[in-house]
């Protein structure tokens, strides 16, 4: 399996979505990864013995309304939202979804979407990975306080880092391939 994510002894997997269960531009998970899903014994749709969620910084509306002379090339939240709306849909019912609009530039200067305010929770700027904020959200959610009974998935250096600020277990892929 090109996707094959070690769950023993896992009882919540978190897994980042861009370029982890999916490409950037797509809302369509990878075939591999929508394998695993239909496949994986504890993730089907009659049982949940296996708890899930998402973790994602979505930084690219943030930067659309930024009104820098690129802000064009970053999706708008609609856009966002109606892809994250739809990989959503092909994964299980009891998906746990924690999502970071905020956009830090490298020198610290934070950007939200317009119609938000830092202190939006899906807008505040100190739950974005690499902070492990959103992982504790999701443990809280599946009411789960032993971070080795948890598991995330992702591609980037901030997800790994995220992990180890949270005390979790981290898997590594890159392009949606387990490495
Ligand atoms: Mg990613």
């Known amino acids: 399996m090109k996707f094959n994510p070690k769950l023993d002894g896992i009882k919540l997997l978190i897994c980042d979505i861009d370029n ?91 950007y939200i979407p317009k119609n938000h305010k830092p202190t939006d929770l899906v807008a505040d700027p100190r739950r974005r990975k690499p902070s492990p904020i959103m992982i504790h959200e999701a443990m809280e959610h599946f009411n789960i306080s032993n971070p080795q009974k948890v598991l995330y998935v992702g591609d980037r250096p901030e997800d790994k880092e995220a992990a180890r600020r949270a005390g979790v277990r981290f898997h590594q892929v890159k392009d949606g391939v387990s490495l």
């Open 20 to 110: 982890t269960l999916a490409d950037r531009d797509s809302d369509t998970l990878y075939p591999h990864v929508a394998e695993w899903f239909r496949r994986h014994p504890d993730i089907n749709r009659t049982t949940a013995s296996l708890k899930f969620a998402l973790v994602t910084n979505q930084g690219g509306p943030a930067c659309h309304d930024a009104g820098w002379s690129i802000s064009d090339q970053f999706p708008s939240l609609k856009q966002v939202q109606d892809r994250l709306a739809k990989i959503v849909e092909q994964l299980p019912p009891w998906t746990t979804l924690h999502v970071c609009l905020a956009y830090v530039s490298k020198g610290g200067t934070v």
